[in-house]
T-cell receptor, first 116, second 112 residues
Framework: DSGVTQTPKHLITATGQRVTLRCSPR?????VYWYQQSLDQGLQFLIQ???????AKGNILERFSAQQFPDLHSELNLSSLELGDSALYFC???????????????FGQGTRLTVV | EDKVVQSPLSLVVHEGDTVTLNCSYE??????LLWYKQEKKAPTFLFML????IEKKSGRLSSILDKKELSSILNITATQTGDSAIYLC????????????FGKGTKLSVIP
């Protein structure tokens, strides 16, 4: 158990709908990353938050947005869903202590999203 | 755009064999290289290599970072069926932030 909690584990929804995925980072971790994993694309970086602020953006569609709340949990919002959005969505967290910013990220178990 | 390439994409070996997995990268502001093992769902962390720690070993697994060649290898000796998984290489980079860019992974299958 990595200590990163994602809910829900599975989600089935129709095209055009909107869903929210939730992530609670490991205790004390300030940084949260969101990744999308589909069969042929590997782990694609979507977005990173650090202590409530957006830090880096990857290949995140405009239909997707995220935020990190004061209690450090994060939510990924996916709207106007398309069939191609079906994938495993991972959240990861890492600590950034002092000046040592090279830290490993610990992954949650993921949310399997199926758009039908 | 940061790029991480792993090879081979898949590999089938017999128990007891030794395997070497490769990872090469092109990133701006390299900070670290990480290896993960993904079995069913969540990737689990194996090693992190940086300029100050270019070689790591844990049991039958070991990894080396070659900053000159912009690459890393992951070695697994005396493989076991429990080593069957997808092995992911990730590179940490960034100036003001710290991003992890992943390769597509190497799928290792160890057969008895």
């Amino acid at each position: 158990d990595s200590g990163v909690t994602q809910t829900p584990k599975h989600l089935i929804t129709a095209t055009g709908q909107r869903v929210t995925l939730r992530c609670s980072p490991r205790s004390g971790d300030l940084s949260v990353y969101w990744y999308q994993q589909s069969l042929d694309q590997g782990l694609q970086f979507l977005i990173q938050y650090y202590n409530g602020e957006e830090r880096a953006k990857g290949n995140i569609l405009e239909r997707f947005s995220a935020q990190q709340f004061p209690d450090l949990h994060s939510e990924l919002n996916l709207s106007s869903l398309e069939l191609g959005d079906s994938a495993l969505y991972f959240c990861a967290s890492s600590s950034m202590k002092g000046t040592d910013l090279n830290t490993e990220a610990f992954f949650g178990q993921g949310t399997r999203l199926t758009v039908v | 755009e940061d790029k991480v390439v792993q090879s081979p994409l898949s590999l089938v070996v017999h128990e007891g064999d030794t395997v070497t997995l490769n990872c090469s990268y092109e990133v701006t502001n390299f900070r670290s290289l990480l290896w993960y093992k993904q079995e069913k769902k969540a990737p689990t962390f194996l090693f992190m290599l940086t300029s100050s720690g270019i070689e790591k070993k844990s049991g039958r697994l070991s990894s080396i970072l070659d900053k000159k060649e912009l690459s890393s290898i992951l070695n697994i000796t005396a493989t076991q069926t429990g080593d069957s998984a997808i092995y992911l290489c990730a590179v940490g980079s960034g100036a003001g932030s710290y991003q992890l860019t992943f390769g597509k992974g190497t799928k290792l299958s160890v057969i008895p």
